[in-house]
């Protein structure tokens, strides 16, 4: 599904590495705002900063 959707996209656009996440993201939670768009200080500070990091790591070989 991830491959379907960035072929139509730029190499720099597309999506290369993710992690699926075993959390509810809702207004609820705080995770989103009411765009519904997740809140980006939210998800680094919390849970997902360990996984960011090693998703760049991962990337530029830093690890």
Do not use: C, W
Request: glycine fraction near 6%; avoid cysteine; aromatic fraction near 4%.
């Amino acid at each position: 599904m991830v491959d379907d959707g960035t072929s139509a996209v730029s190499h720099v656009e597309a999506v290369t590495k993710f992690r699926i996440i075993d959390t509810v993201l809702s207004q609820d939670t705080g995770r989103l705002a009411p765009s519904p768009k997740p809140k980006r200080t939210v998800m680094l500070n919390g849970f997902a900063a360990a996984d960011v990091d090693a998703l760049y790591e991962e990337r530029h070989g830093d690890a």
